[in-house]
């Protein structure tokens, strides 16, 4: 059994389960750069994100307090929570400067939404990734203070995760032992996408299945180590059910396509995703797919798209043996956040 660098409270037997997908909001920040969204005090425990004059979210208490979030944490079995920005508030359409100051302003509240219980909430920094030294400086930044790992999203305007600058970045992050959840964000828009939240239902699997072929036929993970640390959020979005049909198409058109050295398929186990796909059928598509070893419960807690009681698809999954299991709760993502210890 995988020892933890520290113990943390809960289960008391075996692997803890860690959810490495949640988002945090802070109650309030100092003023932002023009155009960049803000928080509407609704009540002593409701907001709003706001923006331009749209409402964005409702959110609650739990976006920014620790003992909600806890007491939470307790309801589902959760050890530890991986507590990431939400993605609204990556800047990066700003200039460099600016979101450099966005992320430092967001990130240090982090750390402080997560002071009152280091070993059981752990914060995942956002960095400016228009700009990879500003990005690299910003993780580093972080890193030193308390963070564990980067979320990104996954593309800067046209700029899709096998831009010269990101990869530059990914390689620092391989380097350095940070962590990378990527989470789809900046889904387009439009009459046919724009009703029934379709751009959350359809567009964001989409947005992440088209992420992890580029960093594919990219040859992003031709050129960055396989020590880089990387988790797909949703389940990798659509990746997996269509893994057949892009290897198909890397073979049927070559001359297009074969971009990567190898077919895509050969690239399985570079990459994690969460689990929060909510049916047992589709848990075991990304099983079967991508190996039990690279599957770790994410829940996208506090939100309402997400799943609770979280990792519930995780123990519902009969088909799932008992090492399985305990790898998804918890063994892949202390793999993932580098919370094994060396011996
Ligand atoms: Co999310």
């Not at 750069?33 to 002593?44: K, N, T, V």
């Not at 990459?271 to 770790?296: K, Q, W, Y």
């Not at 799932?320 to 299991?325: K, N």
Request: with cysteine; net charge negative; charged share 20%.
């Amino acid at each position: 059994m995988p020892q933890l660098r520290h113990d943390p409270p809960g289960q008391g037997l075996g692997m803890p389960t860690i959810d490495v997908h949640t988002h945090y909001v802070p109650r309030g920040w100092p003023e932002l750069p023009e155009g960049m969204p803000r928080l509407r005090i609704d009540s002593e425990r409701e907001a709003t994100i706001m923006v331009g004059s749209q409402e964005f979210r409702r959110i609650a208490a739990n976006s920014w307090d620790a003992a909600e979030r806890l007491a939470d944490m307790d309801a589902d079995g959760v050890d530890i929570q991986v507590v990431s920005p939400t993605p609204v508030f990556f800047a990066y359409d700003a200039d460099a400067p600016a979101a450099t100051r966005v992320a430092r302003i967001f990130n240090d509240l982090a750390l402080e939404i997560c002071a009152p219980s280091p070993d059981r909430l752990l914060p995942f920094a956002q960095v400016p990734l228009q700009d990879p030294d500003a990005a690299c400086a910003e993780a580093d930044r972080c890193m030193r203070n308390g963070h564990l790992g980067v979320e990104i999203g996954n593309h800067v305007g046209d700029r899709d995760l096998d831009d010269a600058g990101i990869v530059t970045f990914l390689q620092h992050c391989a380097a350095s032992g940070i962590p990378v959840f990527v989470h789809p964000w900046g889904m387009p828009s439009g009459p046919r996408l724009d009703r029934w939240m379709a751009r959350w239902i359809t567009a964001m699997p989409a947005e992440t299945h088209l992420s992890i072929i580029a960093m594919i036929l990219g040859g992003v993970f031709d050129r960055v180590p396989e020590s880089l640390r990387i988790c797909f959020a949703h389940g990798g979005g659509s990746f997996a059910f269509w893994l057949g049909r892009l290897e198909n198409a890397w073979y049927g058109r070559r001359d297009i396509i074969a971009t990567s050295e190898l077919p895509p398929s050969k690239y399985v186990g570079r990459f994690s995703v969460d689990s929060v796909v909510f049916e047992p059928a589709a848990l075991r598509t990304l099983v079967d797919t991508l190996g039990a070893e690279n599957v770790i419960v994410g829940s996208d807690y506090p939100y309402p798209l997400g799943e609770r009681p979280v990792g519930n698809v995780v123990h519902r999954s009969t088909f799932l043996d008992d090492a399985q299991r305990s790898a998804l709760l918890g063994g892949n993502a202390a793999r993932f956040l580098g919370l094994l210890s060396a011996e």
